[in-house]
């Protein structure tokens, strides 16, 4: 598994060489400890692996959200990568040229290192090393009343480790791990989302239509998302060569089924969720964290759209909802990036807008209706198509906002080794799109004070009230890459976030620092 080297390097470099004096210390220190057998790093490999890894701090600044939501129910995803330049970090490479797509995150070269072929010489972990290692830790009463865990061998599939494996509890964001395998098992890494208008033949009405891209942008800047500006610009060039200057405008929204409300109501962590939307609904520039959100995207979207045809010498009527009918004309289209892009951001920030969404595709390529029912059901059959641990599992949402998603440690470590697998490259974006701890994502700002972990563990986060997860990849001291899953939860007595999310921290340190041979 290769992550190409970014495009961007050229155009980055006196930020990188100068963040790469500082990380430089850090990954020695790292590499230091880890020692891994099968890789060797020499001092100028060090300074590329610090400049390759410090892309992300050189290219942004890292912001911190909200902590608790107005219900009381949800901490937010509290720390995000958000990029000032536009290279690299949380968006996996935004970038003001919007004739291309956002780009891979930046890799660790010990992650790649332990994805690669040198397993049959490095032996995998003993288990009861490896339980004299993580046992105490996961006995911490800081996590709560219930502790469970596994940790494979991501080379062979092999559980090496496990506490209560098949138990299943409140999984939190890292739900979205499950939705992420399944949207890009069905429809694909290659489907792209289509926004697009149409005209009613023997008519002047202008439909707005729908297809579910919540990246769908209204900005000047796309930064290779799709373009409302250019949807408009493209509409009214079709428009004026029909010698249509004044048009009814509808939006058709159609596609979607069911409430478009979260079973856990107005929330400022999710927008309503309906086909079309701008910019997540939110009504400031933010790209991820808790904002208030609109309570009806669809329109705000139609308003705005009619806005930027007024811009190109289009009038329209105020925007109402309608549907596009068998019969009508293409006027024009724009298109998401891949859903392998859309898989990144989502897993990178916890956006839990883009993981509603991509539950719904899942759920119009398995032919369910789209819905939060039938999206659980699209989801669970996809998965159960890989032939993964599902006993117990129970799919709510597609984000892990509702507490009634119950997942296993089993399942999460199974669908993170099946990401890992040769066989299905497919699944690549699920580990490149893991928060790098210390750079990138919802762990851009944890890790800092654990140098064997930093850049080396990559996890999704999950955190509910009295509920705290982290499933993710760790390269150990050997060299070999694990899978990890560790879900704790006590909602009689919630524990205390920031203290269990730190003991989760540890954990994962810890079984980085492990040769647990």
């Not at 004096?21 to 692996?49: D, G, N, S």
């Not at 139609?302 to 293409?330: C, M, N, V, W, Y």
């Amino acid at each position: 598994m290769v992550v190409p080297e970014l495009r961007a390097w050229r155009a980055a470099r006196p930020h990188v060489v100068r963040v790469a004096r500082t990380v430089k210390p850090h990954v020695a220190r790292a590499t230091q400890a880890v020692r891994p057998r099968t890789v060797q790093f020499t001092t100028p490999q060090l300074t590329a692996v610090a400049a390759t890894v410090g892309l992300a701090l050189a290219a942004g600044a890292v912001t911190a959200a909200g902590p608790w939501d107005s219900s009381g129910q949800r901490t937010a995803e509290r720390d995000w990568a958000a990029s000032r330049e536009g290279e690299g970090g949380a968006d996996h490479g935004r970038t003001s040229d919007t004739s291309t797509t956002p780009r891979p995150a930046p890799s660790a070269a010990s992650v790649l290192a332990g994805l690669g072929g040198s397993t049959g010489t490095v032996p995998a972990p003993a288990g009861k090393a490896l339980a004299d290692v993580l046992d105490p830790l996961l006995n911490n009463a800081v996590l709560g009343a219930r502790r469970t865990a596994v940790v494979v061998d991501v080379a062979t599939g092999k559980r090496l480790y496990g506490k209560g494996a098949d138990e299943v509890q409140t999984p939190a964001s890292t739900t979205k791990i499950a939705t992420a395998v399944a949207a890009l098992t069905a429809p694909g890494p290659d489907h792209r989302i289509e926004t697009r208008t149409v005209l009613e033949p023997d008519t002047k009405e202008v439909v707005l239509v729908g297809g579910g891209d919540p990246t769908l942008t209204a900005k000047k800047k796309t930064a290779g998302w799709a373009g409302l500006r250019t949807l408009a610009e493209e509409t009214a060039s079709a428009l004026k060569a029909r010698h249509l200057g004044q048009v009814t405008l509808s939006y058709d929204t159609s596609l979607y089924a069911g409430p478009t409300l979260h079973p856990i109501g107005t929330n400022d962590n999710l927008a309503p969720v309906t086909a079309l939307m701008v910019d997540e609904a939110r009504p400031d520039n933010s790209t991820s964290g808790p904002v208030t959100r609109s309570l009806d995207p669809a329109r705000d979207a139609a308003e705005k759209f009619a806005d930027l045809l007024h811009d190109q010498g289009i009038e329209t009527s105020s925007p109402g909802p309608s549907k596009a009918t068998g019969r009508s004309q293409s006027l024009a289209s724009v298109s998401s990036p891949p859903l392998s892009t859309l898989v990144e951001r989502m897993l990178t920030n916890s956006d839990n807008d883009i993981a509603e969404a991509l539950a719904r595709q899942v759920a119009l390529a398995s032919g369910e209706e789209p819905s939060f029912d039938g999206d659980a059901k699209a989801i669970h059959t996809q998965l159960a198509k890989l032939g993964l641990p599902l006993s117990g599992a129970d799919f709510e949402d597609g984000s892990g906002l509702d507490r009634a998603d119950r997942l296993s440690a089993d399942l999460l470590t199974a669908l993170l080794a099946k990401s890992g697998d040769p066989a299905h490259p497919e699944l690549r974006t699920v580990l490149t799109g893991l928060p790098i701890a210390g750079f990138t994502g919802t762990l851009s700002t944890r890790y800092t004070d654990a140098p064997t972990a930093t850049g080396v563990v990559r996890a999704k986060t999950g955190t509910l009230t009295g509920v705290n997860t982290l499933a993710g990849t760790v390269v150990d001291t050997d060299g070999r890459l694990l899978a990890f899953a560790f879900l704790t939860s006590d909602e009689a007595s919630p524990p205390n976030a920031l203290e269990a999310r730190a003991a989760l921290d540890h954990t994962a340190t810890a079984l980085a620092a492990c040769g647990c041979r």
